[in-house]
Every structure is written in structure tokens, then in C-alpha cells.
């Protein structure tokens, strides 16, 4: 599925500090000046800037995904279904049912019967179809120093420290998700975990559970895109190479793109679109594909619409 691009979608938003926020950058520096543990640094526009890596938004991201899914689905496979798996076990999972010899060298198996996060995030024999960019600070921010030390829980003394942290407490980092590939239930888990994270109920970097990391999420806009198709005179969707002709206000997630036979191959969705979208169908740059565009608060209707096709598969499960 990978060797193809059917759908793309491009999620810009900003991350506000709700509080004081730390990603540690890892090893202390040199520079006695400086605080026990700092704030990951890069070169970024010409000088050097603390940042958020997309790879820790994502590992962030992920584990909250696989949090809502274990609430309504497994991470242990039915013996009766063997593709029939919500979130693996990161702790147990060797991934042998992917390894058995009428799978490993069959993609088609591979993907339907990874999980449902796997097949978002990827794994050890499927890519990832998520990807985040890591997110750089938009104007000034404001950095401070703190003081800590840990205490013994047996003795209630100071048992290490005191230490000093770096944190940022005022802000904005701007990002972007992009989601190939993808299937509306998918998009759906997306923004279910986006709008968890702006309520609070993860945090991103050092310390969490200590009143650290939370943030709050500001769209900017989205994108949905089908490289593969047309608008046709009447401003419908038509995918070339074949006479499949959809509305123009439709969202379509990757099953639609897809014929009976190979949908159920991959393990697809046979329904995967949503009618009625209140954006305008638009030509992409060059005159091929076609894209819907939505800007600032309008990205939750998106969101919205995708979350329906989760409901649908979390009732039918």
C-alpha cells in the first residue's frame, strides 16, 4: 500500500505551554552556568533555539493512542481471529504472528494483521504512516530557572539536591502532522488524542506527573488531498485512470480508492468516506489533484466528520 499515494493530510497547529514544559536535551553541557537539566537547543533561522522534536510529539501522540484504544479494544490476539488485534503489547510482543511463513513475505498479511496502531504508527515490517515535523518556536519565548530535590520517602530528607531546571513557560511552537495513506478512522484517533492533549490529559516531556508539560492546541489549518484525482466541469471528484466519480464535498479516506478484492487483502474499511464537507473542492498546484482546505477553528469539523467512522468501528467491534 506504501508503493502508492492515494490521500494526504497536512495538519498545521501551534502548541502553547499551559505552564512550565521541559524536554530535557539528555547530558549536561559544559558550561557550569548553565542548569543541571536543559531544554533540548538546535539551529533554527539563523540562531540557535530550544525546540520540541517531532519525534517526541509522536511518541507522545502514540502512547495516548494506544491508551484509547486498549479502553475499547485488546492487546492480546484471539485465537478464533487472528486479525483481530487493537494495540499490541510493547512490553511482550515479539511480533511472531508476523514472522510465521505464509505472512513474512506477504505485505498484504503483514498489514492485515498488524494492529490498528500499528498500521497507523508502523512497526518493525510496516513504515509509519504519521509523520510530525518538529515544532520551533513562533516569536519570543520565555525561559526561567527552577529549583527541585527529591525526597526520601522513607526518612522525608532531601535524598538528591538540590538541582536546578530550565523550563519554558510562555510560548509558541508550530508544527506539522502529515497522514498518508490514511483511512477516516484513523484521522478520527488523530483528533481524538489532539483534542486530549489540549484538555490536559497528557502532557509532553520532563516530568509530567509533576505539574509539567501540558499544552495547549491552536489549528492553523488542514489539508486533505487526493494527488490522484480531478475536478471534473462540474466540480465533482473523479480519481484517474478510472471512471470513479465521487461528489465534490467528500471527505474520502484510503478504502474508497481501493477495489473490493484488495480492500479486504489489506484489511480496509469498504465504506470510507463522509458527504457533505463545508469546504470547496480545489485543484492542486499543476492543475492534478484535488484538495479541501480547512483554516483555524474549522479543522475541529474535520475532525469531527473522521471521528464518526472511529465510532462506527468501536460500536461494530
Not at 200 to 223: D, E, H, N, P, Y
Request: charged share 25%; hydrophobic share 35%; proline share 4%.
Amino acid at each position: 500500500m506504501h508503493k502508492r499515494l492515494v490521500n494526504h493530510c497536512t495538519i498545521e497547529l501551534s502548541l502553547i505551554p499551559d505552564g512550565p514544559i521541559l524536554v530535557k536535551s539528555g547530558k549536561e553541557g559544559a558550561d557550569p552556568t548553565k542548569p543541571d537539566m536543559e531544554f533540548v537547543e538546535t539551529y533554527h533561522a539563523g540562531g540557535r533555539t530550544i525546540y520540541l522534536p517531532g519525534s517526541g510529539l509522536k511518541g507522545a501522540i502514540r502512547a495516548h493512542s494506544e491508551r484509547i484504544v486498549r479502553t475499547v479494544g485488546r492487546d492480546t490476539r484471539d485465537a478464533d481471529n487472528l486479525d483481530a488485534l487493537w494495540a499490541n503489547d510493547p512490553l511482550h510482543d515479539n511480533y511472531d504472528y508476523l514472522k510465521e511463513d505464509d505472512v513474512k513475505n506477504n505485505s498484504q498479511k503483514i498489514h492485515k494483521r498488524s494492529s490498528f496502531t500499528d498500521r497507523l504508527f508502523g512497526n518493525t515490517l510496516i513504515a509509519s504512516r504519521l509523520r510530525i515535523e518538529d515544532a520551533y518556536p513562533v516569536g519570543a519565548v520565555k525561559l526561567e530557572e527552577r529549583n527541585g530535590v527529591a525526597i526520601d520517602r522513607v526518612f522525608g530528607s532531601v535524598a538528591v539536591g538540590p538541582f536546578n531546571y530550565q523550563v519554558c513557560t510562555a510560548g509558541e511552537f508550530a508544527t506539522k502532522i502529515h497522514l498518508k495513506n490514511f483511512t477516516l478512522e484513523q484521522l478520527g484517533l488523530l483528533g481524538l488524542v489532539l483534542r486530549d492533549l489540549n484538555d490536559g490529559w497528557f502532557g509532553i516531556g520532563f516530568a509530567k506527573s509533576r505539574g509539567l508539560g501540558t499544552m495547549t492546541v491552536k489549528f492553523t489549518q488542514a489539508k486533505v488531498q487526493y494527488p490522484g484525482c480531478v475536478l471534473t466541469d462540474d466540480r465533482q471528484i473523479r480519481q484517474l485512470g478510472s471512471s470513479q466519480i465521487w461528489p465534490g464535498a467528500t471527505l474520502l479516506g484510503a478504502g474508497e480508492f481501493l477495489d473490493a478484492l484488495e480492500r479486504d487483502k489489506y484489511g480496509f474499511p469498504g465504506s470510507d468516506s463522509q458527504t457533505g464537507i463545508p469546504v470547496a473542492p480545489q485543484a492542486m498546484e499543476y492543475g492534478i489533484g484535488v484538495e479541501l482546505r480547512w483554516t483555524g477553528e474549522e479543522v475541529k469539523d474535520l475532525f469531527t466528520r473522521s471521528v464518526k467512522a472511529w465510532s462506527n468501528l468501536v460500536g461494530a467491534a
